[in-house]
């Protein structure tokens, strides 16, 4: 195992010579700031430690925000009347309906271990992040499961609100 002094990276890959993440020369041996004794892990802040696992994070929700954007315009894209006319309303049912709901990313969100979240993002940013990705899951949720709702328009009520809810919040890291 080899750490940097600088930033207290650690590397698993012993050919590596350098941090990747500031250049400085790699040493052997386990982080000055680890206590094996200690009864808790006191984990640092994200002022503290600069990660680049922040800003994949933030590009991932810009990715899911840019496909949301997306299916939306689709979407409107598919009503040739004015909005607020009762064909409108029916077709943009039909639109939200037929039109296939992109695939989501959450590679980082999900395959970083919690203490390296907590390391780069505040709580207020988790929660933010977390209540991001539990309102695609919604709407994955609300895309394949209409059965709950026997009409169409009380089906694109609770659909809609919660795409365009995504789309103006838009990402909680920024």
């Known amino acids: 195992m080899k750490r940097c002094p600088k930033c207290d990276s650690s590397y698993s890959d012993d ?10 020369p790699l040493m052997r041996g386990v982080s000055q700031r680890f206590d094996p004794n200690a009864e808790t892990l006191e984990l640092l802040s994200a002022p503290q430690r600069a990660t ?11 990715e899911n925000l840019a496909k949301l954007r997306e299916f939306s315009k689709a979407v409107n894209g598919r009503i040739a009347f004015p909005p607020e006319s009762s064909i409108a309303i029916v077709q943009r049912s ?3 309906r037929s039109q296939p709901l992109p695939s989501v990313s959450r590679r980082y969100w999900e395959t970083t271990p919690t203490p390296s979240i907590a390391e780069a993002l505040s709580s207020a940013e988790i929660e933010g992040v977390h209540q991001f990705y539990a309102q695609l899951d919604e ?13 169409r328009s009380e089906w694109r009520k609770a659909f809609e609100p919660v ?12």
């Open 15 to 24: 050919t590596l010579s350098y941090c990747l993440q500031d250049g400085e």
């Open 52 to 62: 680049g696992l922040r800003t994949m994070i933030s590009m991932e929700i810009d």
């Open 94 to 96: 039909d639109a939200l």
């Open 139 to 151: 709407l994955a949720r609300l895309k394949t499961d209409k059965s709950e709702y026997p009409r």
């Open 163 to 174: 795409m365009q809810g995504l789309i103006e919040r838009g990402n909680p890291l920024t």
